[in-house]
């Protein structure tokens, strides 16, 4: 099952230098998985520059293939140029040296670049790069299958966090790169933000398997602008818990866990196939805000579950739990 948020956005081949100063962000590949994952925030907004999505214009994601980030005095043909080189077979450092001799307007000095891919053995590749003229402070951090880079930072240790994070957070690929960016949760960690006391003022985090569709990433989550004093990140955050809870893959549980009818009424069952209960086996529901709104024990493998109270013409997802552990989630529509 997937939720997927997006906003569309179209590259701009000409902006203003003042879009110019993305700051934060990460690109990786996950090995085993084949996923490809790009998050990133920014002190520069969807308000400032309708149409941009924030910070999330700077993310590029081939399916299968790469990821890039084009940053500091962004420019849309340079994005693109980087896009045509990984579509034609050049290695992460190979387009970033291509991008150093073709930049669309003569002045390499002032962007900030980084690119992941997979090898031809599936083996993750990166690199970045940052210009003598972007703005302090600058940096990067390059593994195997990571680049994070950032500039007008409020010091080293943003990028330092979100590398320790990284490394040393376990799950999935998404969980990393979430984990990353709360490594940079701190008040002016884009230096320009520091006086509303918040890290930046729009976030994002992206994820694509293999066989994902470019316009239908598996984890495809963005906060274009926030309200003055609210941390775009701790929102990013609650949306990614959302989606974490309903992204559970509805083939693999099956032939286990059913809950029928849907659409359904006055109530629905839940069938736990071969799992057994005990006295820590729940469903629980939620509406589509995230709000939960009912929680009932199951006390048998099917189980009947009254849905009176829930409004109608509505969806609802649910999350089935034993021993405190998620053993199923998937949604269901509430009809009359």
Known sequence: MRIIFLLSFGFFLTMSSLFAQDTFSIVAVDEETGEIGSAGASCLDDTQFPGSGGAYIISDILPGRGAIHTQSFYLGGNQNNAR?????????????????????????????????????NGVGRASAYTGLNCLEHKGQRVGSNYAIQGNILIGPEILDSMEARFLSSTGTLAERLMSSLQGANVPGADSRCLSEGVSSLSAFVRVARPDDAEDALYLDLNVPFTAFGVEPIDELQTLFDFWLLTSVDEEALANQVRVFPNPATTMIEVDLGGISVNDQTFIEIYAVTGALVKTEKLIQNNTAIELSALAVNNMYFYQVVKNQQAIANGKFIKLK
């Open 84 to 120: 045509l080189r990984m579509e034609a077979g050049d290695s992460p450092q190979e387009i970033i040296t291509w991008l150093a001799l073709n930049d669309v307007q003569g002045n390499n000095s002032q962007r900030q670049y980084g690119v992941v891919d997979f090898d031809a």
